[in-house]
C-alpha cells in the first residue's frame, strides 16, 4: 500500500515547479490579461513535454498517466499559468496536433464565449469537430486572462470514441480541480508571507487568532481535497467502473476549498489585497472562475448523490 | 501510487469481518454509565481472548503484530460491524504509544498485558480546574519522599474516571519550575490511600466524567513514566496519537456515514438534504483517503509538523455534522433520546477534548504555516 505520487511525479513537479517560477511570473499573467499568448511561456511549456504529457510516446508526447497529470497542472496552477492548460493536455491525446506548444487547444463552451478561444489556436467540440482559430471575438471576463471568445471558423470533422469521451469529461474536471488547488495553495503562500511581515497593533497580524484561525480551516479545505485528487486520478490509470463518482468528488472538494482558501486569503491582506496592483487577484479571479467551470461543486455533489444512489428510493 | 491490500492484509480484513460478524453484541447500552461500562467489560475480554482488543501490538502483549495498515482495516471492519464504543481506548490508543516509547521493559510488561485483558482500566489525567488549554499552567505537585513521590491536586473532566483503576497524569515534580519544565509523567493505581474520585455527569446526562482528588497519595518511583522532570514531551508524545489517527480510524465515519444513509433510505429529501448527503459521503472518503496518505508519507520520511492537527480539525467538525444532518431529517423526532441525538450531544465534545480546536487551529498556523506565535 502506498497513497501519494510516485518518485517520478514529484520529480517531474520539482522540475516544473523550477521552470515556471521563471517562465511564468505575475508580470506573464498579467500580459495574458491584456490579450498576449504567451507563446514564449508555451514554447517552454512545449520543451518540458507538458502540452503532451498524456499523448503516447509515439505521437510525440510523454505518455504518462493521470497521476502525473495532476502532479503537472497542480503545478501550473500554483504559477497561475495563462491559457487552456488543462484543456490542451486533454485534447492532445484526441486530435493530430503538434505537442511542443505551438498549438493551445481548447474546448468548445456549450453556450456563449468558448474560455480561452481568444488565444487559442484551436477549439475542439467533443461532439466531433476541430475549429482552426483565426477570427475571433473577446468576451469581457472578471479574469481577463480567461480570454473568453466567440469564433466562426470551418470546423473539420474529428472522430471520438464513446470511451474517449467519457475519459475526456472526467480529465478535464480532474485536471481543473488540480489546478485550483495550485492555485489555493499560491494564494495560501502569498498570504502567509504577507500576514508574517504586516504589522498593525505593533505586532504581525500573523500573531492574531483571527487571522490564523480561518487560515488553518481554510488549508483542512485544501489538504483534505488533494488525496480526492489522487485517488480519482488513480481511478482514471485503473480504468475504474467508479471513476465517474471519484472525479465528482475531487472536483466538488477542490472547487469549494479553493473557493473558500481565495475568501480568507483575500480578507487576511485587508485593503491590501482588495487593489488590481497586487498579485493576489490575478490568482483569486482564476480560482473564482475554476471553481465553476467543469462542473460546479453542486453539480458534481449532485452527480455524487446519484452514483450513491441517493434520493432514488424517494 | 498502490492502493491493493497484500494477500496476507486481505486474509487479515477477511479474518476480522469473519470473527466480528459473529461475536459483536448489539444493543448494549451506553459504557459512561456503571452498569453500561461493566458490559462493555466484558466484551473487551471477549476481544481480548480472541486476539482482537490491541491488534497492531506484539504477540508478547496480547497483539498481532499488525502493520498500521492491517490496523486500519481492522477498524473498517469493527465499525462497519457495528462494534460498541472502546470503553479502555484511552489505555490502549492514548497510553500504550507512550508506553511502548517511553516505558521501561519492566514498565511495558507489567503493564501492557493486563491494559490488553481490560484487568487494567487507564483514565487521562491532564486537566485541573484551573488547566485545561493551558496544560502547561497545571498546579497538581508531586513531592520527593523516600522511595518515591507524594502527590497531591486535583484532576478534572476525567473520562470513564469513576469506573477506572488506573490513572495517567502530569504532576509538577519540581517547586522552583515554570510552564512546560519540571513536569513528570505518572502512573497512578485509584486505589492509592489519599486518592479519591467522584463521577459526574457529562452534557448527555451519563456519569461519564469524574474529578480526582490526590491528597498525599504515595507511589513508588517505578510509577514515573520516561524520567523525572520530562513529563511534558513524554505527554506531547500522546497527545499527537489523540489528534491523530490512532483515536479516531477513518472506519468510524465511513460506519457513521452507512447508517445516516440508511436513515435517509425511506424518507422524503429534498435538493438540500441530497446535496449535504453527498457531501457528508466524500467527507470522510476524504478522511479515510487523507489518514492513507498520512501513513504513506510518514513511512516515506514525508511527515509534516502539526498534521495530526489537521486530522483533528477534520474528524472532529465532520462528526458533529454527520450527527447535525442526522437530527434534520429525524425533525421533530431529534429530541427523542436515541443513538443519534446520544451521538449528537458525545460529537461537541469532539472540538474540545483531546486539545480544542482553537488550540489545534494554532498548533497548524504556527508549526505546518509558520505564523508567529506572538
Known amino acids: ?314 | 501510487m498502490d492502493l491493493r491490500e497484500t494477500d496476507a492484509e486481505q486474509a487479515f480484513r477477511a479474518e476480522a469481518r469473519a470473527w466480528l460478524e459473529e461475536n459483536v453484541p448489539h444493543g448494549l447500552p451506553s459504557g459512561d454509565t456503571k452498569e453500561g461500562f461493566a458490559l462493555h467489560l466484558e466484551w473487551e475480554k471477549k476481544l481480548f481472548e480472541a486476539r482482537w482488543a490491541v491488534v497492531s501490538w506484539p504477540e508478547q502483549y496480547g497483539g498481532r503484530g499488525a502493520s498500521v495498515w492491517e490496523w486500519i482495516a481492522f477498524e473498517e471492519e469493527y465499525y462497519a460491524a457495528g462494534g460498541p464504543q472502546r470503553v479502555t481506548q484511552n489505555g490502549i490508543f492514548l497510553l500504550a504509544p507512550t508506553l511502548f516509547e517511553f516505558g521501561t521493559q519492566e514498565q511495558q510488561d507489567t503493564l501492557l498485558p493486563r491494559m490488553a485483558s481490560a484487568q487494567d482500566l487507564w483514565c487521562q489525567g491532564w486537566s485541573e480546574p484551573g488547566s485545561g488549554s493551558d496544560l502547561a499552567s497545571l498546579k497538581s505537585r508531586a513531592d520527593k519522599v523516600d522511595g518515591g513521590w507524594k502527590l497531591n491536586g486535583q484532576k478534572t473532566w476525567t473520562t470513564r474516571g469513576a469506573f477506572c483503576t488506573h490513572l495517567f497524569g502530569l504532576f509538577r515534580s519540581d517547586p522552583e519550575s515554570e510552564r512546560h519544565s519540571g513536569l513528570t509523567y505518572f502512573l497512578v493505581p485509584l486505589d492509592t490511600p489519599g486518592v479519591t474520585v467522584r463521577g459526574f455527569a457529562r452534557l448527555d446526562g451519563d456519569e461519564g466524567f469524574a474529578e480526582v482528588f490526590l491528597d498525599d497519595a504515595f507511589v513508588p518511583d517505578s510509577a514515573v513514566l520516561g524520567g523525572v522532570g520530562k513529563g511534558w514531551s513524554v505527554a506531547m508524545a500522546t497527545t499527537g496519537s489523540e489528534r491523530g489517527l490512532t483515536l479516531r480510524s477513518p472506519g468510524r465515519y465511513l460506519a457513521t456515514v452507512d447508517r445516516l444513509l440508511e436513515l435517509a433510505h425511506d424518507r422524503d429529501l429534498d435538493d438540500t438534504d441530497t446535496q449535504r448527503l453527498a457531501q457528508a459521503w466524500m467527507d470522510a472518503e476524504a478522511y479515510r483517503l487523507f489518514t492513507l496518505q498520512q501513513v504513506s508519507n510518514e513511512k516515506a520520511g514525508r511527515g509534516r509538523p502539526g498534521e495530526s492537527s489537521l486530522n483533528k480539525l477534520f474528524w472532529s467538525e465532520l462528526d458533529i455534522r454527520l450527527h447535525e444532518l442526522a437530527l434534520d431529517l429525524l425533525g421533530p423526532d431529534a429530541e427523542l433520546e436515541g443513538p443519534w441525538s446520544k451521538g449528537f450531544q458525545f460529537a461537541l465534545s469532539g472540538p474540545i477534548y483531546a486539545g480544542t480546536n482553537e488550540v489545534q487551529r494554532n498548533i497548524v498556523s504556527e508549526r505546518l504555516l509558520g505564523l508567529p506565535r506572538k
Open chain 1, 1 to 314: 500500500m502506498y497513497f501519494g505520487l510516485d518518485d517520478d511525479a514529484l520529480a517531474l513537479r520539482e522540475g516544473l515547479r523550477e521552470m515556471l517560477a521563471t517562465a511564468c511570473t505575475p508580470a506573464t499573467i498579467r500580459a495574458a490579461w491584456d490579450g498576449d499568448a504567451c507563446e514564449q511561456l508555451w514554447k517552454d511549456l512545449g520543451s518540458f513535454g507538458v502540452p503532451g504529457l498524456l499523448v503516447p510516446e509515439a505521437d510525440g508526447g510523454l505518455g504518462l498517466d493521470e497521476l502525473a497529470f495532476v502532479a503537472a497542472l497542480e503545478e501550473c496552477g500554483y504559477a497561475g499559468t495563462p491559457g487552456p492548460v488543462v484543456e490542451t493536455l486533454i485534447c492532445l491525446p484526441l486530435v493530430p496536433l503538434a505537442t511542443d506548444g505551438s498549438a493551445r487547444v481548447t474546448v468548445m463552451a456549450a453556450s456563449g464565449g468558448t474560455p480561452y478561444a481568444g488565444i487559442a489556436t484551436h477549439v475542439l467540440d467533443p461532439s466531433g469537430e476541430l475549429h482552426e482559430l483565426t477570427e475571433r471575438s473577446v468576451v469581457e471576463t472578471v479574469d481577463r486572462s480567461r480570454q473568453l471568445a466567440t469564433f466562426d471558423a470551418d470546423p473539420m470533422p474529428v472522430d471520438i470514441s464513446e470511451a474517449d469521451l467519457a475519459r475526456f469529461e472526467r480529465r478535464g474536471a480532474l485536471g481543473t480541480a488540480a489546478y485550483l488547488l495550485g492555485l489555493a495553495r499560491r494564494q495560501l503562500d502569498l498570504t502567509v508571507g504577507y500576514v508574517k511581515t504586516r504589522q498593525q497593533f505593533g505586532v504581525a497580524i500573523g500573531s492574531f487568532q483571527a487571522v490564523k484561525h480561518p487560515l488553518a480551516d481554510a488549508v483542512v479545505g485544501t489538504e483534505f481535497a488533494w488525496p480526492a485528487v489522487l485517488r480519482a486520478a488513480q481511478t482514471l490509470v485503473d480504468d475504474e467502473p467508479d471513476a465517474d463518482l471519484h472525479v465528482s468528488m475531487a472536483k466538488a472538494l477542490a472547487s469549494d476549498a479553493a473557493y473558500r482558501m481565495s475568501r480568507v486569503c483575500l480578507q487576511a491582506h485587508g485593503a491590501m489585497g482588495y487593489t488590481v496592483e497586487y498579485d493576489l487577484h490575478l490568482f483569486a479571479k482564476r480560482t473564482w472562475a475554476l471553481a465553476k467551470d467543469w462542473g460546479t461543486a453542486a453539480e458534481h455533489r449532485e452527480l455524487v448523490a446519484e452514483q450513491l444512489g441517493i434520493g432514488r428510493d424517494s
